[in-house]
């Protein structure tokens, strides 16, 4: 028998049932913010383009929107990390569960790895190992917002951060990328934005979605800009060392001693395995600000209640960075700097495009529209579905970056792949061209 006093659920339906307000309901003011937040993402953007491609069409389709190279037979990780997660696997010490900030051997192997282009030398205490950088940004993110502050991101810049702040209440004051300058930070723009409610402000470096790689003197204004507005610098850098120009690798973290910095990166871009989803959260605090602030508490009580990485991925880490021969680094970077000087050349044959700075690192150039020249075309995603439906060829619209009537073209893949795909490009320009017309 059921006892007076259990709860008693009317529904809507039924003779004599009452009208119930579901609370379920109250969860649209949640969803509202996240479903706005996801329609930024960049797969959520390539999903509508993808949908104009016929893919009955004569012709294969060419991906050149998407920073995931690894369908390219020469795209692949190098022999060591696969051997490293074989071992790792096999050795039955990686089948349980980690701790929360990571296995200690895979926190001091990354410190080490860090600490080879700093002055200095990190603790496996000042790392926080994550799945992916694309966490690593979560976990960031969600530990800076507080009611009122806002934070300063590069436009253009890399959607997960407008979507993580939006989602998480937290402002985002946007300084611009001078696309003349090779794509150096508005610094000016920067200390207009700022006031006592900023909280960090982020460099993306090697860049995603310029190709940029910044100088020595730039990082250190950058630095010398934040230190003046006190304010901290979260740097991303999950392309490291992917710089094949004239400029080399500089992490921000030679600044640590101007300004405190957080470093979040990963395994994905220089090993080509963005599905194993390893990243990590470095402090780069030599004046104990961060600590002092209880930065590393707040992110440590983040990661307790969150998901961590693979704990065999975690388990191979220190072979795969102990093991991946340099000549294996020097094969990719040749591979994308024969790519990125057919990607720059062949977008100069194109009329109504223009590249304003030869990619220099990471797997992508960002080109401008010229809409004045291309008949019926209304703006970059217009541009990009008719591409996609015509040429299928995918590429990215500006507008997903934050810079609309522009385009962000991947260019790492092989040579005769990225060939084809950009004379379809220049065929489609010539096709619209109003002189043609």
Not at 3 to 32: C, H, L, Q, Y
Not at 294 to 313: C, G, H, L
Not at 337 to 355: F, M, P, Q, V, W
Request: glycine fraction near 8%; charge should be negative.
């Amino acid at each position: 028998m059921r006892s007076d006093k259990s709860p008693v659920m009317e529904g809507n339906g039924g003779a004599g049932a009452g009208a119930t307000e579901w609370r379920i309901s109250r969860a649209s003011a949640r969803g509202a913010p996240l479903a706005d937040a996801g329609s930024m993402s960049i797969r959520a953007v390539l999903g509508r383009v993808f949908s104009s491609v016929d893919e009955s069409g004569p012709r294969p389709m060419l991906m050149l929107g998407s920073g995931d190279p690894t369908g390219c037979a020469c795209f692949r990780p190098p022999p060591e990390a696969e051997d490293a997660i074989v071992d790792a696997l096999r050795s039955g010490e990686h089948n349980g569960y980690s701790p929360t900030v990571g296995v200690l051997s895979a926190r001091r192997a990354i410190a080490e790895y860090l600490s080879r282009d700093l002055p200095y030398q990190l603790s496996p205490d000042d790392i926080y190992l994550t799945a992916g950088c694309c966490q690593a940004i979560d976990v960031m993110i969600s530990v800076l917002a507080q009611p009122g502050s806002n934070i300063l991101l590069p436009k253009p810049g890399f959607p997960l951060y407008e979507s993580r702040t939006m989602f998480s209440n937290l402002e985002a004051r946007h300084f611009n990328l001078i696309p003349d300058r090779g794509w150096e930070a508005d610094l000016e723009s920067v200390e207009a934005l700022a006031d006592e409610n900023t909280v960090a402000m982020v460099i993306v470096n090697p860049s995603n979605p310029c190709g940029s790689v910044y100088s020595h003197d730039h990082l250190a204004k950058i630095a010398e800009t934040a230190r003046k507005l006190g304010i901290i610098i979260i740097a991303d850098e999950v392309y490291d060392h992917l710089a094949f120009g004239n400029k080399p690798f500089i992490p921000m973290g030679i600044f640590a001693d101007m300004v405190p910095v957080i470093t979040v990166g990963s395994i994905s871009k220089r090993w080509l395995v963005p599905g194993w989803r390893l990243g990590w959260i470095a402090m780069c605090d030599l004046n104990c600000i961060l600590k002092e602030a209880k930065v590393d508490k707040s992110i440590e009580s983040y990661i307790n209640i969150t998901n961590d990485p693979a704990t065999f991925i975690q388990g191979a880490v220190p072979q795969i960075i102990a093991n991946t021969k340099e000549d294996y680094f020097m094969k990719i970077l040749n591979l994308l700097r024969n790519s990125a000087d057919l990607c720059y050349s062949k977008i100069k044959e194109a009329r109504g495009i223009t590249c304003p700075h030869k990619p220099e690192g990471s797997m992508f150039v960002m080109a401008k529209l010229d809409l004045s020249c291309l008949d019926g075309i209304q703006d970059d995603l217009d541009f990009c579905c008719m591409l996609a439906k015509e040429e299928s060829v995918i590429v990215l619209p500006g507008s997903a970056l934050g810079m609309k009537d522009w385009i962000r073209i991947t260019f790492a893949m092989d040579i005769p792949t990225l060939e084809n795909a950009l004379e379809r490009i220049t065929s489609f320009c010539q096709r619209h061209d109003k002189l043609e017309a």
